[in-house]
């Protein structure tokens, strides 16, 4: 062996080589590796004859050098690729966090998704926060809610994800099986109804119980008109349906499967909010921390229909601009078709979600303007009366 191959065995086994020399080495060291073994082999039996010579002792030593080299050539690249995965994620995560907080994309996002929510499923609302994670995706994770009674009672756990602002795929996770159901229906008024059971399913249910139900109206409404009706009854209004000019509907069937409308309580967006105070602190040469105090408009409870009216156009617009994670969230919602309705023709209301006492509930079957109904879910009392 001469002594050129042995320095670079040396220098194989202590990592000096560059990447050509050292991939030249091991094309060599594979040739020879048939001869290695046949090698360890004899030097296995003549360790069972006796003690080595001088030439097979260094022979020895040279093979064991090799396997040495090769295992420590080998745990070097397992470690620079280790070391290149974490550079990598570490890199993106610095990244992602950059492209979601960049002009709030975050928090626009999150006020997308609670207003789709809010706006397509009847009585439903969704609260959580986001996290940004590596490689340009963020998770979204919440609770649904719906107002049964005075209580807002958890339904379910919602989660949605992102990649590079592009929405994934909705995952719920329901606590029982009514409140996965989707049992909510609504009729148009120009439907012919056909005799309730809804009303005898209401009587039975026992007093001391809140129940949520779906009130068809027998014309359409504006929403004034409405919460003027509602004002003085021991109920609550919970959310609106709009008359939008696309709502599912056939002769057999009359029921709006899939309602478009807004609730009670106006879903403000952070244009509507006003800032009360402002403070900053420096917590070090470029960083600060931002300390602001802010509120939203007020409105009557059973008032300011313009305002609430307002507050809907100004929400669907906001999800015209985030059509794709509309689309993902209310995929049978024709949304340009819907706010140009609105726009031309006001907004006009054919249903509303009432909650209060069943026994008081029941009332409604002798009001005039109530067409039909359907029971949604029902509680044990959790009621405050109105004064």
């Known amino acids: ?4 191959f042995k320095r670079q065995l040396q220098d194989y086994a202590e990592g000096k080589l560059t990447g050509s020399e050292k991939e030249q080495l091991e094309q060599e060291l594979d040739k020879m590796e048939a001869y ?37 050539a080998r745990l070097q690249t397992a470690l620079t690729a280790i070391g290149i995965l974490i550079s990598l994620t570490m890199v993106s995560a610095i990244l992602t966090g950059l492209f979601y907080g960049l002009g709030d994309r975050s928090a626009v996002y999150q006020d997308v998704i609670s207003s789709a929510i809010s706006l397509t499923r009847p009585n439903l609302s969704v609260s959580g926060g986001s996290n940004s994670s590596a490689f340009f995706t963020m998770d979204y994770k919440g609770t649904l809610r719906k107002k049964i009674g005075s209580m807002e009672s958890s339904i379910g756990d919602f989660q949605f994800s992102f990649l590079l602002g592009w929405p994934g795929i909705e995952q719920t996770t329901w606590r029982n099986e009514a409140s996965a159901s989707g049992a909510y229906l609504f009729q148009l008024p120009d439907a012919k109804h056909k005799a309730d059971p809804e009303w005898s399913r209401l009587e039975k249910l026992p007093e001391g119980t809140v129940s949520e139900v ?20 021991n109920m609550d209004p919970v959310w609106f349906a709009a008359y939008t ?31 009360n105070s402002y403070e900053e602190q420096k917590t070090g040469w470029f960083s600060k921390v931002v300390i602001t105090s802010s509120s939203s408009p007020g409105v009557q409870a059973y008032g300011d229909g313009q305002i609430r009216e307002q507050n809907f156009m100004d929400t669907l617009h906001l999800l015209q601009q985030y059509s794709r994670i509309t689309q993902r969230l209310a995929p049978w919602l024709r949304l340009d078709s819907a706010v140009q309705y609105l726009e031309a023709n006001g907004v006009k209301l054919y249903g509303v979600v009432l909650t209060g006492p069943t026994k008081e509930l029941l ?7 109530v067409s039909t109904i359907r029971v949604g879910e029902v509680r044990l009392w959790n009621w405050h009366d109105r004064p």
Not at 214 to 233: A, C, G, P
Not at 248 to 274: C, L, N, Q, Y
């Open 1 to 4: 062996m001469s002594e050129h």
């Open 214 to 233: 779906f009130v068809s109206l027998d014309r359409l409404y504006t929403t004034d008109e409405l919460l003027k009706l509602l004002e003085n009854k």
């Open 363 to 369: 009332k409604l079957q002798q009001e005039p303007w």
């Open 245 to 275: 000019d696309q709502e599912k509907r056939t002769e057999d069937d009359p029921a709006v499967m899939a309602p478009v409308g807004f609730p009670s309580t106006p879903i403000w967006h952070k244009k509507d909010m006003k800032v």
């Open 36 to 72: 290695q073994n046949y090698l360890n082999e004899i030097l296995g039996k003549e360790e069972e004859r006796g003690p080595l010579q001088d030439g097979a002792a260094s022979t020895s030593k040279e093979a064991s050098l090799l396997r040495k080299g090769k295992w420590k």
